[in-house]
Protein backbone atom coordinates (compact mmCIF):
# COMPACT_ATOMS: atom_id res chain seq x y z
CA UNK A 1 0.00 0.00 0.00
CA UNK A 2 2.93 2.28 0.96
CA UNK A 3 4.13 1.85 -2.33
CA UNK A 4 1.38 2.22 -4.14
CA UNK A 5 0.60 5.52 -2.31
CA UNK A 6 4.32 7.20 -3.33
CA UNK A 7 3.81 5.58 -7.02
CA UNK A 8 0.78 7.07 -7.75
CA UNK A 9 1.74 10.68 -5.83
CA UNK A 10 5.10 11.13 -7.81
CA UNK A 11 3.21 10.02 -11.12
CA UNK A 12 0.56 12.84 -10.47
CA UNK A 13 2.64 15.46 -9.52
CA UNK A 14 3.38 16.78 -12.77
CA UNK A 15 -1.12 17.51 -12.50
CA UNK A 16 -0.44 20.30 -9.59
CA UNK A 17 0.73 22.58 -13.03
CA UNK A 18 -3.02 22.04 -14.16
CA UNK A 19 -5.70 23.83 -12.90
CA UNK A 20 -5.85 27.01 -10.39
CA UNK A 21 -5.43 27.71 -7.27
CA UNK A 22 -8.76 29.38 -5.50
CA UNK A 23 -8.65 33.23 -5.32
CA UNK A 24 -12.18 34.50 -4.81
CA UNK A 25 -11.64 33.91 -1.43
CA UNK A 26 -8.44 36.36 -1.50
CA UNK A 27 -6.80 34.27 1.11
CA UNK A 28 -7.00 31.33 -0.19
CA UNK A 29 -4.89 32.51 -3.64
CA UNK A 30 -2.00 32.51 -1.45
CA UNK A 31 -1.78 28.36 -1.35
CA UNK A 32 1.32 26.41 -2.87
CA UNK A 33 -0.03 25.21 -5.53
CA UNK A 34 2.68 22.22 -5.53
CA UNK A 35 1.67 21.03 -2.46
CA UNK A 36 0.22 17.41 -3.21
CA UNK A 37 -0.04 15.04 -0.65
CA UNK A 38 -2.30 11.65 0.38
CA UNK A 39 -2.87 9.85 3.09
CA UNK A 40 -5.03 6.44 3.68
CA UNK A 41 -6.74 5.04 7.31
CA UNK A 42 -6.90 1.66 7.10
CA UNK A 43 -7.84 -1.31 9.85
CA UNK A 44 -4.52 -2.57 9.05
CA UNK A 45 -2.81 0.94 9.62
CA UNK A 46 -1.98 3.61 8.18
CA UNK A 47 -0.22 5.03 4.97
CA UNK A 48 0.84 8.37 3.56
CA UNK A 49 2.86 10.24 1.14
CA UNK A 50 3.99 14.06 -0.33
CA UNK A 51 3.02 16.61 1.91
CA UNK A 52 0.26 15.03 3.72
CA UNK A 53 0.45 17.61 6.84
CA UNK A 54 0.63 20.54 5.08
CA UNK A 55 -2.39 22.50 6.63
CA UNK A 56 -5.26 23.37 4.30
CA UNK A 57 -8.53 24.97 5.02
CA UNK A 58 -11.43 22.65 4.79
CA UNK A 59 -13.93 24.83 2.87
CA UNK A 60 -16.75 22.51 1.47
CA UNK A 61 -15.73 19.15 3.25
CA UNK A 62 -17.53 21.38 6.04
CA UNK A 63 -20.69 20.14 4.48
CA UNK A 64 -20.63 16.68 5.19
CA UNK A 65 -20.05 17.60 9.05
CA UNK A 66 -23.33 19.83 9.06
CA UNK A 67 -25.48 17.35 7.69
CA UNK A 68 -23.96 14.63 10.12
CA UNK A 69 -24.49 16.73 13.13
CA UNK A 70 -28.30 17.63 11.48
CA UNK A 71 -28.99 14.40 11.03
CA UNK A 72 -27.49 13.04 14.68
CA UNK A 73 -29.95 16.05 16.29
CA UNK A 74 -32.70 15.52 14.32
CA UNK A 75 -33.21 12.48 12.33
CA UNK A 76 -32.84 11.80 8.33
CA UNK A 77 -36.39 12.21 7.67
CA UNK A 78 -36.90 15.93 9.49
CA UNK A 79 -33.75 16.99 7.47
CA UNK A 80 -35.14 15.81 4.24
CA UNK A 81 -38.14 17.95 5.22
CA UNK A 82 -35.73 21.13 4.69
CA UNK A 83 -33.61 19.54 1.83
CA UNK A 84 -33.46 17.42 -0.88
CA UNK A 85 -30.66 14.94 -2.01
CA UNK A 86 -31.34 15.20 -5.83
CA UNK A 87 -28.01 16.33 -7.99
CA UNK A 88 -28.56 19.98 -8.99
CA UNK A 89 -25.95 19.57 -12.03
CA UNK A 90 -25.00 23.63 -10.61
CA UNK A 91 -22.23 25.10 -9.44
CA UNK A 92 -21.82 24.63 -5.59
CA UNK A 93 -22.75 28.86 -5.64
CA UNK A 94 -25.35 28.91 -7.63
CA UNK A 95 -28.11 31.55 -6.85
CA UNK A 96 -30.57 30.87 -9.60
CA UNK A 97 -32.98 28.85 -7.71
CA UNK A 98 -36.76 29.37 -9.24
CA UNK A 99 -39.27 31.00 -7.30
CA UNK A 100 -41.51 30.37 -5.57
CA UNK A 101 -38.18 29.41 -3.97
CA UNK A 102 -36.76 26.75 -2.42
CA UNK A 103 -38.25 23.74 -3.91
CA UNK A 104 -37.47 21.94 -1.08
CA UNK A 105 -36.04 19.12 -2.85
CA UNK A 106 -33.53 21.10 -5.14
CA UNK A 107 -31.68 22.20 -2.13
CA UNK A 108 -29.22 20.06 -2.04
CA UNK A 109 -27.26 20.22 1.34
CA UNK A 110 -23.71 19.72 -1.22
CA UNK A 111 -24.32 22.68 -1.85
CA UNK A 112 -23.59 26.40 -0.29
CA UNK A 113 -27.66 27.05 -0.59
CA UNK A 114 -28.57 23.68 1.15
CA UNK A 115 -25.39 23.25 3.66
CA UNK A 116 -26.23 26.79 5.09
CA UNK A 117 -29.63 25.88 5.45
CA UNK A 118 -28.69 22.48 7.38
CA UNK A 119 -25.87 24.13 9.42
CA UNK A 120 -28.63 26.11 10.53
CA UNK A 121 -30.27 22.82 11.58
CA UNK A 122 -28.06 21.65 13.97
CA UNK A 123 -29.18 22.08 17.49
CA UNK A 124 -28.63 24.73 19.76
CA UNK A 125 -29.43 27.84 22.07
CA UNK A 126 -27.73 30.49 19.96
CA UNK A 127 -24.92 30.40 16.83
CA UNK A 128 -21.89 30.73 19.38
CA UNK A 129 -23.37 27.57 21.07
CA UNK A 130 -24.16 25.67 17.45
CA UNK A 131 -20.21 26.11 16.67
CA UNK A 132 -18.85 25.45 19.53
CA UNK A 133 -20.64 21.89 19.14
CA UNK A 134 -19.75 21.60 15.29
CA UNK A 135 -16.32 22.23 15.80
CA UNK A 136 -16.27 19.25 19.01
CA UNK A 137 -17.59 17.15 17.25
CA UNK A 138 -15.02 17.71 14.38
CA UNK A 139 -12.42 17.30 16.58
CA UNK A 140 -13.97 13.59 17.67
CA UNK A 141 -14.16 12.67 14.33
CA UNK A 142 -11.24 13.52 12.90
CA UNK A 143 -9.77 12.19 16.55
CA UNK A 144 -7.66 15.56 16.61
CA UNK A 145 -8.58 17.54 19.71
CA UNK A 146 -5.85 20.97 18.59
CA UNK A 147 -8.25 21.54 15.35
CA UNK A 148 -8.53 25.26 14.79
CA UNK A 149 -10.14 27.97 13.08
CA UNK A 150 -7.42 29.57 9.85
CA UNK A 151 -7.87 33.42 11.26
CA UNK A 152 -6.44 34.85 8.03
CA UNK A 153 -9.22 32.82 5.66
CA UNK A 154 -12.24 32.95 7.92
CA UNK A 155 -11.53 37.29 8.13
CA UNK A 156 -10.95 36.88 4.05
CA UNK A 157 -14.26 34.93 3.72
CA UNK A 158 -16.35 36.87 5.75
CA UNK A 159 -15.34 40.27 4.23
CA UNK A 160 -16.25 39.05 0.72
CA UNK A 161 -18.31 35.77 1.09
CA UNK A 162 -21.49 38.33 0.04
CA UNK A 163 -22.50 35.87 -2.41
CA UNK A 164 -23.18 33.39 0.46
CA UNK A 165 -24.97 36.52 2.30
CA UNK A 166 -27.04 36.84 -0.42
CA UNK A 167 -27.81 32.71 -0.47
CA UNK A 168 -28.67 33.27 3.56
CA UNK A 169 -31.03 36.20 3.02
CA UNK A 170 -33.05 34.10 0.13
CA UNK A 171 -32.89 31.18 3.05
CA UNK A 172 -34.20 33.38 5.68
CA UNK A 173 -37.21 34.72 2.69
CA UNK A 174 -38.36 31.42 2.46
CA UNK A 175 -38.50 30.95 5.81
CA UNK A 176 -35.79 28.23 6.52
CA UNK A 177 -33.32 30.25 8.29
CA UNK A 178 -34.18 31.27 12.34
CA UNK A 179 -32.44 33.98 14.14
CA UNK A 180 -30.21 36.13 12.26
CA UNK A 181 -28.54 35.49 8.70
CA UNK A 182 -25.53 37.00 9.85
CA UNK A 183 -24.18 35.24 12.65
CA UNK A 184 -25.65 31.78 11.34
CA UNK A 185 -23.18 32.80 8.09
CA UNK A 186 -20.74 32.46 10.78
CA UNK A 187 -20.73 29.82 11.88
CA UNK A 188 -20.69 28.41 8.20
CA UNK A 189 -17.40 30.62 7.52
CA UNK A 190 -15.71 29.40 10.55
CA UNK A 191 -16.61 25.85 9.92
CA UNK A 192 -15.39 26.72 6.20
CA UNK A 193 -12.20 27.98 7.66
CA UNK A 194 -11.16 25.08 10.05
CA UNK A 195 -7.21 24.29 9.54
CA UNK A 196 -6.90 20.23 8.65
CA UNK A 197 -4.63 18.09 6.74
CA UNK A 198 -5.41 14.61 4.86
CA UNK A 199 -5.40 12.65 8.20
CA UNK A 200 -7.67 14.63 9.27
CA UNK A 201 -9.89 14.11 5.98
CA UNK A 202 -9.01 10.34 6.29
CA UNK A 203 -10.01 9.99 9.45
CA UNK A 204 -13.38 11.52 8.70
CA UNK A 205 -13.51 9.03 5.50
CA UNK A 206 -12.64 6.04 7.75
CA UNK A 207 -15.38 6.72 10.43
CA UNK A 208 -18.00 6.84 7.37
CA UNK A 209 -15.84 3.67 5.53
CA UNK A 210 -16.48 1.73 8.75
CA UNK A 211 -20.59 3.21 8.96
CA UNK A 212 -20.17 5.14 12.21
CA UNK A 213 -17.81 3.29 14.15
CA UNK A 214 -14.76 4.57 15.68
CA UNK A 215 -11.84 2.27 14.85
CA UNK A 216 -9.36 3.28 17.72
CA UNK A 217 -12.36 2.77 20.68
CA UNK A 218 -14.77 0.85 18.64
CA UNK A 219 -17.87 3.11 19.57
CA UNK A 220 -20.30 4.11 17.34
CA UNK A 221 -20.45 7.62 16.47
CA UNK A 222 -22.94 7.81 14.26
CA UNK A 223 -25.78 4.83 13.35
CA UNK A 224 -25.21 2.87 10.50
CA UNK A 225 -27.93 4.00 8.67
CA UNK A 226 -27.40 7.60 9.19
CA UNK A 227 -23.41 6.64 7.92
CA UNK A 228 -24.69 5.13 4.72
CA UNK A 229 -26.99 7.86 4.27
CA UNK A 230 -24.20 10.37 4.01
CA UNK A 231 -22.39 8.20 2.00
CA UNK A 232 -24.86 8.14 -0.47
CA UNK A 233 -25.91 12.24 -0.19
CA UNK A 234 -21.84 12.21 -0.99
CA UNK A 235 -21.67 9.65 -4.22
CA UNK A 236 -24.62 11.43 -5.78
CA UNK A 237 -23.24 14.76 -4.83
CA UNK A 238 -20.03 15.41 -3.60
CA UNK A 239 -17.85 16.36 -5.87
CA UNK A 240 -19.98 19.56 -6.92
CA UNK A 241 -21.26 19.51 -11.17
CA UNK A 242 -18.50 16.70 -11.03
CA UNK A 243 -19.83 14.16 -9.55
CA UNK A 244 -21.36 11.93 -12.46
CA UNK A 245 -17.97 11.70 -13.88
CA UNK A 246 -16.68 10.87 -10.86
CA UNK A 247 -18.54 8.25 -9.61
CA UNK A 248 -17.58 6.60 -13.26
CA UNK A 249 -14.28 7.50 -12.96
CA UNK A 250 -13.45 6.65 -9.24
CA UNK A 251 -16.98 5.15 -7.89
CA UNK A 252 -16.48 6.45 -3.88
CA UNK A 253 -18.37 8.56 -1.55
CA UNK A 254 -16.18 11.83 -1.24
CA UNK A 255 -16.18 15.58 -0.45
CA UNK A 256 -14.22 17.99 -2.32
CA UNK A 257 -13.73 21.74 -1.00
CA UNK A 258 -11.66 24.61 -2.22
CA UNK A 259 -8.82 24.70 -0.32
CA UNK A 260 -8.07 21.75 -2.30
CA UNK A 261 -8.82 19.28 -0.02
CA UNK A 262 -10.75 15.73 -1.04
CA UNK A 263 -12.23 13.68 1.57
CA UNK A 264 -13.11 9.86 0.31
CA UNK A 265 -13.96 6.58 1.76
CA UNK A 266 -13.72 3.01 0.46
CA UNK A 267 -16.79 1.56 2.36
CA UNK A 268 -15.71 -1.63 4.50
CA UNK A 269 -12.10 -0.81 3.50
CA UNK A 270 -10.60 2.93 3.99
CA UNK A 271 -10.72 6.94 4.65
CA UNK A 272 -8.92 8.41 2.57
CA UNK A 273 -7.27 12.60 2.50
CA UNK A 274 -6.03 14.02 -0.21
CA UNK A 275 -4.71 17.70 -0.39
CA UNK A 276 -3.35 19.52 -3.53
CA UNK A 277 -4.56 23.23 -4.26
CA UNK A 278 -5.31 23.80 -7.69
CA UNK A 279 -8.52 23.43 -8.77
CA UNK A 280 -10.28 22.43 -12.03
CA UNK A 281 -13.12 24.83 -13.09
CA UNK A 282 -15.74 22.95 -11.01
CA UNK A 283 -13.53 23.02 -8.22
CA UNK A 284 -12.00 19.81 -7.88
CA UNK A 285 -8.56 19.38 -6.75
CA UNK A 286 -6.54 18.43 -10.77
CA UNK A 287 -3.87 15.88 -9.40
CA UNK A 288 -6.34 15.26 -6.36
CA UNK A 289 -8.87 13.46 -8.76
CA UNK A 290 -6.09 12.11 -10.81
CA UNK A 291 -4.53 10.68 -7.70
CA UNK A 292 -7.76 8.94 -6.63
CA UNK A 293 -8.60 7.71 -10.05
CA UNK A 294 -5.02 5.74 -10.50
CA UNK A 295 -5.83 4.70 -6.74
CA UNK A 296 -9.18 3.52 -7.40
CA UNK A 297 -8.29 1.52 -10.64
CA UNK A 298 -4.78 -0.25 -8.72
CA UNK A 299 -6.80 -1.42 -5.71
CA UNK A 300 -10.27 -2.02 -7.59
CA UNK A 301 -12.20 0.56 -5.29
CA UNK A 302 -15.31 1.82 -7.20
CA UNK A 303 -18.26 0.37 -5.49
CA UNK A 304 -19.45 -0.35 -8.66
N1 LIG B 1 -16.28 28.58 2.01
C1 LIG B 1 -16.48 28.32 0.62
C2 LIG B 1 -17.69 29.05 0.09
O1 LIG B 1 -18.72 28.97 0.66
C3 LIG B 1 -16.64 26.85 0.43
C4 LIG B 1 -16.80 26.51 -1.00
C5 LIG B 1 -16.27 25.19 -1.40
O2 LIG B 1 -15.30 24.67 -0.87
O3 LIG B 1 -16.90 24.67 -2.32
O4 LIG B 1 -17.64 29.75 -0.89
Not at 118 to 126: E, I, P, S
Not at 167 to 194: H, P, Q, T
Not at 198 to 208: E, K, S
Request: aromatic share 8%; charged share 25%.
Amino acid sequence: MQEILNRILEDCRRYTLEGEVASYIPELGKGNREAIGIYAATDEGDFFAGDWDEPFTIQSIAKPIFLMLAVRDNGIDVVKQHVGVEATGKPFNAIDYAEPLLLREHINPMVNIGAIAVCGLVKAADNRERFARLLDFTRRITGNPDLEVDQEVYDSEKKTGNKNRALGYLLKNSGMIYGSVEDLLDVYFAMCSLKVNCRDLARIGLLLAAHGTDRETGEQIIPREEAVFINAVLMTSGMYDGSGEFATTVGIPAKSGVGGGIMADCPGRMGIGIFSPALDKKGNSVAGIKMLERLSREMQLSIF
